[in-house]
Nanobody, 127 residues
Framework: QKQLVESGGGSVQPGGSLRLSCTAA????????VGWFRQAPGKEREFVAAVHGNDVTKAYAESVKGRFTIRRDNGRNVVSLQMESLKTEDTGVYYC????????????????????WGQGTQVTVSS
């Protein structure tokens, strides 16, 4: 079963930074919309950020805008999420997915539009 692999999570204090990576050995990310979502304990998985296949168009949840940056490195088949000024409410398991419809963008914030979810990477922000 094809699956993406998330990595880079950890425990940091409020105000800290982390860089998450999303990659796969058998799933091409280049030219496809890729999204990051997160799930806090007891809550539903929510949209965090997405990058269009053109690597120009990007979208962010209001709660992370200005603090998180999504980037892609097509040469390495990696999509990263740079997280700065982390807050306790950023705590959760972070997942990446590839859009089902190539570079589709109309529903880039919608969970069910993505596939190839990995196991996720835990991010804990606590003092």
């Amino acid at each position: 079963q094809k699956q993406l692999v998330e990595s880079g999570g950890g425990s940091v204090q409020p105000g800290g930074s982390l860089r998450l990576s999303c990659t796969a050995a058998d799933v091409t990310l280049s030219l496809w919309t890729v999204g990051w979502f997160r799930q806090a304990p007891g809550k539903e998985r929510e949209f965090v950020a997405a990058v269009h296949g053109n690597d120009v168009t990007k979208a962010y949840a209001e709660s992370v805008k200005g603090r998180f940056t999504i980037r892609r490195d097509n040469g390495r088949n990696v999509v990263s999420l740079q997280m700065e000024s982390l807050k306790t409410e950023d705590t959760g398991v972070y997942y990446c997915g590839r859009h089902k419809y190539g570079s589709g963008w109309d529903n880039a914030r919608v969970l069910n539009e993505y596939e190839y979810w990995g196991q996720g990477t835990q991010v804990t922000v606590s003092s």
